[in-house]
């Protein structure tokens, strides 16, 4: 069982979004310890990572919720979930595609630039 502390470490997330995202009913399996504080199994872990993946990756908060509660109530919704997360799969490589050609502009400009000082 893992702290939300320990789950930011392995995860490399900020303690207060795992917090956030908790709170917003992201993960919807977490069990509490006898202090009331939130503990996650291997599992658990597997979710966080699966948020942190959505959320990272632009998907809006509210459809990763509705994944998630997809995700918790089984198998009979391969469906709705395969067809989520191919649609965000499209976004987000549509996103990728332009950012590469953002990042090819700016290396030109940056070329450009280092080209101009070297002349001086």
């Known amino acids: 069982m893992y702290t939300i502390k320990e789950i930011a470490e392995i995860t490399e997330e900020n ?28 599992a658990d ?12 990756t632009g998907m809006p908060l509210e459809q990763v919720k509705q994944f998630m509660e997809l995700e918790k ?5 391969y469906p709705e979930r395969y067809q989520i997360l191919k649609e965000h799969q499209n976004n987000a490589r549509s ?8 990042v090819q502009l700016i290396e030109w400009k940056t070329y450009q630039y280092q080209q101009k000082a070297r002349n001086r």
């Not at 917003?24 to 977490?30: A, C, D, K, Q, W």
């Not at 109530?73 to 919704?77: L, R, V």
């Not at 996103?95 to 953002?102: D, F, N, Y």
Request: hydrophobic share 35%.
């Open 15 to 42: 303690e207060h979004t795992i917090r956030y995202y908790a709170k917003l009913g992201l993960f919807p399996n977490i069990a509490r310890d006898k202090y009331n504080t939130r503990v996650f199994s291997d």
């Open 95 to 102: 996103k990728l595609v332009k950012l590469q050609k953002e």
């Open 73 to 77: 109530q089984g198998n009979d919704t």
């Open 45 to 56: 872990l597997d979710d966080v990572r699966m948020v942190i993946c959505l959320a990272d």
